[in-house]
Structures are given as structure tokens and as C-alpha cells.
T-cell receptor
Framework: AQKVTQAQTEISVVEKEDVTLDCVYETRDTTYYLFWYKQPPSGELVFLIRRNSFDEQNEISGRYSWNFQKSTSSFNFTITASQVVDSAVYFCALKDSGAGSYQLTFGKGTKLSVIP | NAGVTQTPKFQVLKTGQSMTLQCAQDMNHEYMSWYRQDPGMGLRLIHYSVGAGITDQGEVPNGYNVSRSTTEDFPLRLLSAAPSQTSVYFC????????????FGEGSRLTVL
């Protein structure tokens, strides 16, 4: 069975600090996909990134970066120089690649509060 | 672009009442699903559909019914509402194929008294 663990329930940082959100996953599949979603206080779910299991290169998008390490089954998300607008709940999710597989398994989320 | 549209955004029910949460998407996505979000629980899959006429249960299906008569619509029915169904409900859709990310609606907040 698939499982996604986000051990950090809530994190508070002061604006401009860097922060890393942890995500650890479990799956028996050799091919799978990992996702991060952001849920700001307004409530909608915003797709941030997708990573497949064969691509272990880290990715950077502006102040956001993602570190995928297959050896530790982790897909961590770092925000550099955090801003108040980064305050949100962040979800990590996992999808396998089996035929007809469409379902995402979500972690319980990490609530990030950026204090001005 | 409308994307995924959910109605209503807010609803208050009494225990035992029934209601339908509507979900429509205009992206011709084959896959549609319903999740519920509860504090500290993340998002849990209720039901999903891989195409018109095909539905299946997710992690927490009890107390909910779905049908998929068209590609565009995927309503979620609460047959006899219970306080335990107080939650925020999200409808999501995606293209076929494993890498596809989910597109979410804005959510429907349901309170059952």
C-alpha cells in the first residue's frame, strides 16, 4: 500500500528565513510520481510540481526547490527567503504508474506560517 | 477557462437530510474524483471515475453515492447526512495517464447539524 508521511504538522518561520518541508513516501512500485500542492488560506489547491521516480535531479523554480532522494524515499520542499504569501498548507502526494492508475495518495499536510 | 466547478460552496444540513454536491469540468478529462478534507487528516478519496458509466470506491466511500452519466459531470450524493460528514469536499479531474496532475475545484464546505 502507498503511504505519504509529512511529519511536520505546523511550522512557523520569520519572513526571509529558509524553510524545508519534509515528505517521506512508501510504495512498492518502481515507477511512480510525486507531487506537491499548496493550499493558501483561501482554500483552493494549487499544483506546484510533479516528479517521476526516474528523475532524481533537484528542481528549482524561483524561491522554491525540491530535493528528491530515492535512497531515503524523500521528496522535500524548500522555500528560500520565505514571504508572508507563502503561508499555506502544503501537501505532498504520490501516484503509481500502474495501468489505469489515477489516484493520488496525499500526506496530511504541513501548515506553514510565515511571520512578518 | 472554467476548469473544475463545484456547487454549492457552502451548505448546512440537518442530520438525515440528503443532498447532492455538483461537479463539472470542461477539460474533457476522463478521470474525476471526490476527496474530503478534515483537520489533521489530509485529503481522503471518497469515490472516483475513470470515464462515463464507470465509478469505483476510494478510501472512505460509506454514506456517499456517485454516478457518471457524462464525461463532464460527477455529482456526489449524501444519502442521509450525518455529523461525521461535516467536511470540506473537493472535486478533482485529470487527463488519462499516470503523470497527470489533478485539477481541483474550489471546494464545498458542508456542515451537518
Amino acid at each position: 500500500a502507498q503511504k505519504v508521511t509529512q511529519a511536520q504538522t505546523e511550522i512557523s518561520v520569520v519572513e526571509k528565513e529558509d524553510v524545508t518541508l519534509d515528505c517521506v513516501y512508501e510504495t512498492r512500485d518502481t515507477t511512480y510520481y510525486l507531487f506537491w500542492y499548496k493550499q493558501p488560506p483561501s482554500g483552493e489547491l494549487v499544483f506546484l510540481i510533479r516528479r517521476n521516480s526516474f528523475d532524481e535531479q533537484n528542481e528549482i523554480s524561483g524561491r522554491y526547490s525540491w530535493n528528491f532522494q530515492k535512497s531515503t524515499s524523500s521528496f522535500n520542499f524548500t522555500i528560500t527567503a520565505s514571504q508572508v504569501v507563502d503561508s499555506a498548507v502544503y501537501f505532498c502526494a504520490l501516484k503509481d504508474s500502474g495501468a489505469g492508475s489515477y489516484q493520488l495518495t496525499f500526506g496530511k499536510g504541513t501548515k506553514l506560517s510565515v511571520i512578518p | 477557462n472554467a476548469g473544475v466547478t463545484q456547487t454549492p460552496k457552502f451548505q448546512v444540513l440537518k442530520t438525515g437530510q440528503s443532498m447532492t454536491l455538483q461537479c463539472a469540468q470542461d477539460m474533457n478529462h476522463e478521470y474525476m474524483s471526490w476527496y474530503r478534507q478534515d483537520p489533521g487528516m489530509g485529503l481522503r478519496l471518497i469515490h472516483y471515475s475513470v470515464g462515463a458509466g464507470i465509478t469505483d470506491q476510494g478510501e472512505v466511500p460509506n454514506g456517499y453515492n456517485v454516478s457518471r452519466s457524462t464525461t463532464e459531470d460527477f455529482p456526489l450524493r449524501l444519502l442521509s447526512a450525518a455529523p461525521s460528514q461535516t467536511s470540506v469536499y473537493f472535486c478533482a479531474s485529470s487527463y488519462p495517464g499516470s503523470p497527470a496532475e489533478l485539477f481541483f475545484g474550489e471546494g464545498s464546505r458542508l456542515t451537518v447539524l
